[in-house]
């Protein structure tokens, strides 16, 4: 599975971002989804993923209510709106997909994902 990850850029504080991650592949919907991000310096953290079998989204507390990640596997994209963004929502975010039709048991943990897109860039001004 290759991933691509998209839509990041400036934003001022309290706007909105729609990130999305092309996956390669016929079997896109047979992989749970995550997003995760990482400022310089500080570990790679998780934001949401959504499940392959049921759709089943999970969120940090961070970001909970804000963001919303959805995927549409006829077009073998995820996404993540991203509102009333925050200047620490500044980070690279990376899309990440797991193992072929394994179960989602720890959805925030890194270990859980076996693909990674290259990152994109949101920065959040004050």
């Known amino acids: 599975v290759q991933l691509q990850a998209s839509g990041g850029g400036l934003v001022q504080a309290g706007g909105s971002l729609r990130l999305s991650c092309a996956a390669s592949?016929?079997?896109?919907?047979?992989?749970?989804m995550g997003w995760f991000r990482q400022v310089p310096g500080k570990e790679r953290e998780f934001v949401a993923a959504?499940?392959?079998?049921?759709?089943?989204?999970y969120y940090a507390d961070s970001v909970k209510g804000r963001f919303t990640v959805s995927r549409d596997n006829a077009k073998n994209t995820v996404y993540m709106q991203m509102n009333s963004l925050k200047p620490e929502d500044t980070a690279v975010y990376y899309c990440?997909?797991?193992?072929?039709?394994?179960?989602?048991?720890?959805?925030?943990?890194?270990?859980?994902?076996?693909?990674w897109g290259q990152g994109t860039q949101v920065t959040v001004s004050s």
């Open positions: 990440a997909a797991g193992r072929y039709r394994a179960p989602l048991r720890t959805p925030w943990g890194p270990n859980e994902y076996d693909y």
């Open positions: 592949g016929r079997t896109f919907s047979n992989y749970h």
């Open positions: 959504i499940s392959w079998s049921s759709g089943s989204t």
